[in-house]
T-cell receptor, first 112, second 112 residues
Framework: SQTIHQWPATLVQPVGSPLSLECTVE??????LYWYRQAAGRGLQLLFY??????ISSEVPQNLSASRPQDRQFILSSKKLLLSDSGFYLC???????????FGSGTRLTVV | GESVGLHLPTLSVQEGDNSIINCAYS??????FIWYKQESGKGPQFIID?????DKRQGQRVTVLLNKTVKHLSLQIAATQPGDSAVYFC???????????FGSGTRLQVQP
């Protein structure tokens, strides 16, 4: 069966520090991968999506970047975190050509 | 850009009653819709989906209704239980776009 792993679950980082969040998917090949951010009490904002290795589409200009070095690995990064980067980050995958997503358990990032 | 929105930010119901959560979407090109349930601190979970060539779809205790004329989507939960308490999001996808657009969410509170 397909599973999605996201880590860490929580993270507290100082302003100006780098960030690396990792997401891996098991049990499927060639998935579409997504990074979403959710502010407290709000909806989900799409940050990046990827349809293949090395292919990244950015939805919103910001202080973050994404990479897909392997088929089932998706990484969210920042060189210097801002306070406004705090939030709940969710990774998701979908079967190519279908709309339903499966989400990971999320990473709660607090920038202090 | 066009977006998906919700009528009610919070819905409170008695245990055993039926719940109806509404969603208005503005992109008439969207052809696939999903309802997600998100419990506190967790990633969203798929509940039910519907394609634009349908107006009703039923699952276990849940029904999704789609009215394309007025661009309205609803989620009906029968015999609401305390475990149904969560935030519910509708999401849409348009042809050619590879990512879901989420609404802002409705919090469902089930009173015992």
């Amino acid at each position: 069966s397909q599973t999605i792993h996201q880590w860490p679950a929580t993270l507290v980082q100082p302003v100006g520090s780098p960030l690396s969040l990792e997401c891996t998917v098991e049990g499927t090949s060639n998935p579409n991968l997504y990074w979403y951010r959710q502010a407290a009490g709000r909806g989900l904002q799409l940050l990046f999506y990827s349809v293949g290795i090395g292919q990244i589409s950015s939805e919103v200009p910001q202080n973050l970047s994404a990479s897909r070095p392997q088929d089932r690995q998706f990484i969210l990064s920042s060189k210097k975190l801002l306070l406004s980067d705090s939030g709940f980050y969710l990774c998701a995958w979908s079967v190519r050509g279908e709309g339903g997503y499966t989400f990971g358990s999320g990473t709660r990032l607090t920038v202090v | 850009g066009e977006s998906v929105g919700l009528h009610l930010p919070t819905l409170s119901v008695q245990e055993g009653d039926n719940s109806i959560i509404n969603c208005a979407y503005s992109n008439s090109a969207s052809d696939y819709f999903i309802w997600y349930k998100q419990e506190s601190g967790k990633g969203p979970q798929f509940i039910i989906d519907i394609r634009s060539n349908m107006d009703k779809r039923q699952g276990q205790r849940v029904t999704v209704l789609l009215n394309k004329t007025v661009k309205h989507l609803s989620l009906q939960i029968a015999a609401t239980q305390p475990g149904d308490s969560a935030v519910y999001f509708c999401a849409e996808i348009e042809p050619g776009r590879r990512a879901l657009t989420f609404g802002s969410g409705t919090r469902l509170q089930v009173q015992p």
